[in-house]
């Protein structure tokens, strides 16, 4: 039973052009969370995703960041016109359903995004 | 001050050593999850709490709701060990209750 995959495990972008960053969940998961983990800093929440939702999206940037999770295929994290500033590690994590206090999430190898 | 806190942020011990790393949180919770991250690596998930007591290995895990305190223990340790532990929770509210909110993390180093 496959884990929760992302690629690329590493992208380097210049700045202006697009990033995007896929995230698998694991298999029977259908909820998908986001964690930005900036260089020398700890982990935030951007972003929560169910199928074809946003449930939470009270951790992302204003501007240029988006994400979606369609019915079929991977999550996407989008970032537009990528800014030096947007080098970080960004992890995906996925859980079986929202409520109650056993849901795990379970995390990806992360996607490690340099901006030149 | 931040909502998830932890102790020490640097930790270096001897392998063999009994380690504890502390977090303190100021919010409530459902549930406390405590993970791994070894450098440039992914992160793993070691413990999910949200009462008492589990033990996994080596590894031990502590809460204490009415403290709003956590502790994960590392018993024999070793250099495999080596690793930043972070200290996570997750929320009562509705709106942000999925989400996890993380401490700054500690880096260990098991010298042998």
């Known amino acids: 039973n496959a884990g929760v995959m992302q690629n690329p495990r590493h992208l380097v972008r210049r700045r202006g052009q697009e990033a995007r960053l896929r995230c698998s969940p694991m298999k029977g998961h259908s909820h998908v969370y986001w964690y930005r983990q900036l260089p020398e800093e700890g982990l935030k929440f951007m972003v929560y995703?169910?199928?074809?939702?946003?449930?939470?999206e009270s951790g992302m940037p204003k501007e240029r960041f988006s994400a979606e999770f369609p019915k079929e295929g991977p999550s996407i994290l989008r970032i537009q016109q990528v800014v030096r500033g947007d080098s970080a590690a960004y992890f995906c994590?996925?859980?079986?359903?929202?409520?109650?206090?056993?849901?795990?999430?379970?995390f990806g190898p992360g996607t490690r995004l340099t901006v030149l | 001050k931040n909502e998830v806190e932890q102790s020490p942020q640097n930790l270096t011990a001897q392998e063999g050593e009994f380690i504890t790393i502390n977090c303190s949180y100021s919010v409530g919770i459902s549930a406390l999850h405590w993970l791994q991250q070894h450098p440039g690596g992914g992160i793993v998930s070691l413990f999910m709490l949200s009462s008492g007591k589990k033990k996994h290995g080596r590894l031990i895990a502590t809460i204490n709701i009415q403290e709003k305190h956590s502790s994960l223990h590392i018993t024999a340790s070793h250099p495999r060990d080596s690793a930043v532990y972070i200290c996570a929770v997750r929320s009562w509210e509705e709106t942000s209750g999925s989400r996890l909110t993380f401490g700054e993390g500690t880096q260990l180093t098991v010298n042998p």
């Open positions: 994590a996925s859980s079986h359903w929202r409520g109650g206090p056993y849901n795990e999430q379970f």
């Open positions: 995703l169910q199928k074809e939702n946003i449930i939470d």
